[in-house]
């Protein structure tokens, strides 16, 4: 799997859009880039993906620029209940290893 | 709705007992299936592969005999903690990727172990 790297924590207030970046350079022709969410005692759950240029959904837009070794999650108008921690992995999974980043640590402050 | 379901949410135990939790694909079938262990603040580590009929391809370190896998059907696949100690006391999640090429995962809540 893609190697990815991701600031460890953002800061933001109720209301503003957060991006975050998330690396990839040796990503794969074949590779997604998916991102999940995860809060305190939960499992990790999907919030959007994508292969190329844009991606839109009602949570969020992922830019991939034309080289896709890297990729950004846009949250508009963030909320204090987006305080959560951000994975982006890279897959489909290659030698059946699916090996989880440090993830993004955003704080929505009020 | 969910499509993996993952019991107990929570448990507790004395040391030197063997828990056993349980991870159901509810949607589609799951040949392979993946256990993490999560500390407090620290992202997901993967512990082992559960393979459907076979065994389980644990990761360095992780020890085969502690840890027990089994993935006797398509839709079940459990992770025994045996003798379980303190140290032992983490979050454990399973997950099953989607097949269609995208390498979309899917997780089960999670489950609390407290060894006292």
């Known amino acids: 799997l893609a190697k990815t790297t991701q600031p460890i924590s953002m800061d933001s207030y109720e209301g503003q859009e957060v991006n975050i970046t998330c690396s990839h350079n040796?990503?794969?022709?074949?590779?997604?880039i998916t991102w999940y969410q995860q809060f305190p005692s939960q499992g990790p759950r999907f919030i959007i993906q994508?292969?190329?240029t844009k991606v839109t959904n009602e949570v969020a837009s992922l830019f991939i620029p034309a080289d896709r070794k890297s990729s950004t999650l846009s949250l508009p108008r963030v909320s204090l209940s987006d305080t959560a921690v951000y994975y982006c992995?890279?897959?489909?999974?290659?030698?059946?290893?699916?090996?989880f980043g440090k993830g993004t640590r955003l704080h929505i402050l009020p | 709705g969910a499509v993996v379901s993952q019991h107990p949410s929570r448990v507790i135990c004395k040391s030197g007992t063997s828990v056993k939790i349980e991870c159901r694909s509810l949607?589609?079938?799951?040949?392979?299936m993946f256990w993490y262990r999560q500390f407090p603040k620290q992202s997901l580590m993967l512990m082992a592969t559960?393979?459907?009929?076979?065994?389980?391809?644990?990761e360095q370190g992780v020890e085969k005999d502690k840890f027990l896998i089994n993935h006797a059907s398509l839709t079940l696949s459990t992770l025994t903690v045996t003798s379980a100690h303190p140290e032992d006391s983490s979050f454990y999640i399973c997950?099953?990727?989607?097949?269609?090429?995208?390498?979309?995962?899917?997780f089960g809540e999670g489950s609390r172990l407290t060894v006292l």
């Open positions: 992995l890279v897959g489909p999974n290659r030698d059946d290893k699916i090996i």
């Open positions: 040796n990503i794969a022709t074949n590779d997604y």
């Open positions: 994508g292969y190329k």
């Open positions: 949607d589609f079938q799951a040949t392979t």
């Open positions: 559960s393979n459907e009929g076979s065994k389980a391809t644990y």
């Open positions: 997950s099953l990727e989607r097949r269609d090429g995208t390498g979309e995962l899917f």
